[in-house]
């Protein structure tokens, strides 16, 4: 059985979701939100970026819709939204336990 996700059509709410995403993750490892939004590589900020890539699109934005606020395009954020599929694998299979849920929220 496959995952359905719908779409957020309004482009506005699409944005203020991904920015709170955003915000959550740098909150999440303590950097500023101005550094996650930046194109630096640094391993913190991608992984704090991909997080939020992954949030975004799971709670309905397209890929584009999450790449304008980023100024990336949609196959950057595909990437992003893939790694961060890798990684949840990684530590489910490592620690047996699910990491497919939202994480939304947690701290």
């Known amino acids: 059985m496959t995952a359905?996700?719908?779409?957020i059509h309004d482009e506005h709410a699409a944005r203020m979701i991904t920015l709170e995403l955003l915000t959550q993750a740098a909150?999440?490892?303590?950097?500023?939100i101005r550094k996650v939004m930046s194109d630096d590589r640094s391993a913190p900020y991608v992984?704090?970026?991909h997080w939020a890539m992954y949030e975004a699109f799971h709670q309905g934005c397209t890929?584009?819709?999450?790449?304008r606020v980023?100024?990336?395009?949609?196959t950057t954020v595909l990437h992003g939204v893939k790694a961060e599929t890798d990684r949840r694998l990684r530590a489910e299979r490592r620690l047996g336990t699910p990491m497919f849920h939202s994480i939304r929220g947690a701290k």
């Open 4 to 7: 359905q996700f719908t779409a």
């Open 27 to 32: 909150d999440r490892v303590g950097l500023s």
């Open 47 to 49: 992984q704090a970026r």
């Open 63 to 67: 890929l584009p819709q999450i790449g």
């Open 70 to 74: 980023l100024d990336v395009d949609h």
